[in-house]
């Protein structure tokens, strides 16, 4: 969850009063930002709408009911990029008779981040990366499992799917994301087997290497996240253009929903450094007369 910025601009609801040496009375306290305004429209859709349930419960069945069916007849690749391979030039890790694994980021596709998000929104603070390294340590009960995901994990299980998470969250704290997916109902994940962070390896960020290590010991019939870096670190390579990147995303059809299943997180990712004519073309301008 590195990177994260929330746009946590709240309307802070103001009482106007006469100057305090010519009030009669002191002026009633400002009411707190969490009573003074609701919050931001990202938060308000991902973590309390039900349209926002819906579809990440969509997503979970599909998921559930793909792996069950891709497991009734091995296949040769695994879903993992292959090093050196390209979104043009795809090549995969390969199965061979490994166990079958399903990985997933886990902020925001396993779990939802209710305990910090609040704090953040409410304080109209962007992300502070101290406040989320208690959050990684202290968090556990204040997380809770995304829509249907306790199913779709039990499902994967129960057909025999190794369920591993493949996540930002800081190898140094990783008690205490055992311990949040633990009492998140989503049961036990092992750091170095079925839990991997950064840290663990020299690639920071990027979850390449981790993958890597995971599809050499597993057949990965399924990556699961809600930012592109989920699936490969070639969205996210420094000044790539925003056309091209779309162009990239959009290009893989063969795989989105046969493999790779996307998340929606309108909170916070790469996409934030948009300007108005990534998202609007200039050709498309128009104003009413």
């Given amino acids: ?20 040496e010519m009030a009669t009375t002191p002026p009633p306290p400002a009411p707190p930002p969490a009573e003074a305004a609701k919050p931001p429209v990202a938060l308000q859709y991902l973590y309390g709408s039900p349209e926002a349930a819906v579809a990440v419960r969509a997503t979970n069945a599909r998921i559930a009911d793909y792996g069950v069916w891709r497991i009734k007849e091995r296949p040769k690749d695994s879903v993992v990029l292959a090093p050196g391979a390209t979104m043009d030039a795809p090549a995969f890790e390969p199965c061979g008779d490994k166990p079958f694994a399903a990985v997933f980021d886990a902020d925001e596709t396993l779990i939802w981040n209710l305990g910090p998000m609040r704090y953040f929104a409410q304080e109209g603070t962007s992300f502070d990366p101290k406040v989320w390294d208690q959050w990684e340590k202290t968090g556990a009960g204040k997380a809770v499992a995304m829509p249907g995901t306790v199913e779709m994990v039990s499902k994967l299980r129960a057909a025999g799917i190794a369920v591993i998470a493949n996540t930002n969250r800081s190898a140094a704290n990783a008690k ?16 170095g087997e079925t839990l991997f962070l950064m840290g663990d390896d020299a690639g920071g960020s990027s979850k390449d290497g981790r993958r890597a290590t995971i599809a050499s010991k597993y057949c990965v019939i399924i990556l699961g996240g809600d930012q592109l870096g989920d699936f490969s670190q070639q969205f996210n390579v420094k000044d790539l253009p925003a056309a091209q990147r779309m162009a990239l995303a959009t290009s893989a059809t063969a795989l989105w929903d046969k493999g790779w299943f996307l998340f929606p997180n309108p909170v916070y ?12 073309p200039s050709d498309k301008n128009w104003e009413p007369k």
């Fill in 1 to 20: 969850m590195r990177g994260l910025a929330i746009a946590a601009s709240l309307l802070l609801a103001g009482c106007a009063s006469a100057p305090a």
């Fill in 176 to 191: 205490g994301s055992e311990d949040t997916l633990r009492a998140a109902g989503l049961g036990d994940f092992k750091h």
């Fill in 269 to 280: 990712g790469p996409w934030e450094k948009l300007g108005w004519d990534d998202a609007f």
